[in-house]
């Protein structure tokens, strides 16, 4: 059956958030993020908190969701304040492909888990054991659904030359980048049980998440501002700690604190 069950037993899933909160509290009071980014930010930490304390990808959907949602926001906000150059329109389009994705994604693993924990009363209704028959389609099109929200994250990616150069430069792009990267290899290392992918295909989709952490390394080395390199050290280490999974898994949060101290300096 599809897991559908959250734990809240461990403390140590609490970590990250604090962080992120203690993190986006100093600065808030440096000036650097606006009121209305705080509560974009707010809403992040209360997706990740069931995110990192939960035990299906449901909740691990919600958090890169709200990742995505942090991210554009806070430029959106910037935009339209006048505080950066505007890129609303070449913005509006990823923002709402990847809420389509993530619409799409999540509402199919809902229907999923309702499905199979309705079949777990099988004397109520005696029609819906049949419904069990569903399931393995259901799984390839949660499948479907979660590789193309993958894909499109990749897009972001300045170096894979779909954004300007320039995009890098903002503190959003980083932002954006260290919750989602580590968070796709993590999503790779849960796809096997979940949706019944191979191998070969397991190992391709970190691979290309690791590529896309290089092509953006690169980038980021070759830029003068330090704070772009402390960034990259971070995201590299969180990349590599959540690909040391494949041999011998560490605690997941090894790999995904240095993600929010990293990616709000």
């Known amino acids: 059956m599809f897991p559908t069950s959250i734990s809240l037993s461990s403390s140590a899933h609490l970590g990250p958030m604090v962080l992120l909160s203690i993190g986006s509290g100093v600065l808030l009071c440096c000036g650097i993020l606006k009121r209305r980014d705080m509560l974009l930010l707010l809403l992040a930490w209360m997706a990740g908190l069931l ?3 939960a035990d299906d990808l449901i909740h691990l959907l919600m958090l890169t969701s709200a990742a995505t949602w942090l991210a554009t926001g806070a430029m959106s906000c910037r935009a339209e304040s006048g505080d950066e150059k505007s890129d609303q329109p070449n913005l509006s389009r990823w923002l709402i492909g990847l809420f389509l994705a993530d619409l799409l994604a999540i509402s199919a693993l809902s229907v ?3 499905i199979s924990l309705v079949t777990e009363l099988p004397t109520l209704i005696p029609m819906l054991p049949q419904l069990e028959e569903l399931e393995p389609a259901l799984l390839g099109m949660v499948g479907l659904l979660l590789l193309l929200s993958l894909s499109l994250r990749l897009l972001l990616y300045p170096g894979w030359g779909w954004m300007d150069v320039s995009f890098v430069k903002r503190k959003s792009q980083l932002l954006l980048v260290g919750f989602l990267l580590p ?3 993590l999503a790779w290392q849960r796809l096997p049980p979940l949706i019944h992918i191979t191998e070969e ?3 391709l989709g970190v691979g290309v998440c690791m590529l896309s952490a290089v092509l953006f390394g690169v980038q980021s ?3 003068p501002n330090v704070k772009n390199r ?3 050290l971070g995201l590299g280490w969180s990349s590599l700690c959540l690909l040391s999974t494949l041999v011998s898994p560490p605690p997941v ?3 995904v604190t240095p993600c929010y101290v990293t990616g709000l300096i």
Do not use: C, E, I, K
């Open 51 to 53: 995110a990192f304390a």
């Open 221 to 223: 080395l070759s830029h």
């Open 230 to 232: 402390l960034t990259f």
């Open 112 to 114: 999923l888990g309702t």
């Open 253 to 255: 949060l090894w790999g």
């Open 183 to 185: 968070l796709q290899l």
């Open 201 to 203: 295909v397991r190992v």
